[in-house]
């Protein structure tokens, strides 16, 4: 009975390192996708300058990673 218990925590933790797998993908993918519309937006659709759309760009990634990370741990 003690081999099956060690089992069955091992898948646990497999499922339980799958989740925050996938939890830190989503993150990232958020920030990524949230950076590009707003460098793009800024650069493109309001005409501004390279440094100002990076900026832009590394603040909305940033409230975006904010944001998913505390929606993934709810």
Known sequence: ??????QANEQEDKVRRGAVMKAWRTIALHTAVAAGFMFLLQRYGLSATL????????????CAAGLAYSQANR
């Open 51 to 62: 440094e100002s759309s990076l900026l832009w760009a590394i603040v909305f990634g940033g």
């Open 1 to 6: 009975m003690g081999g099956f218990q060690v």
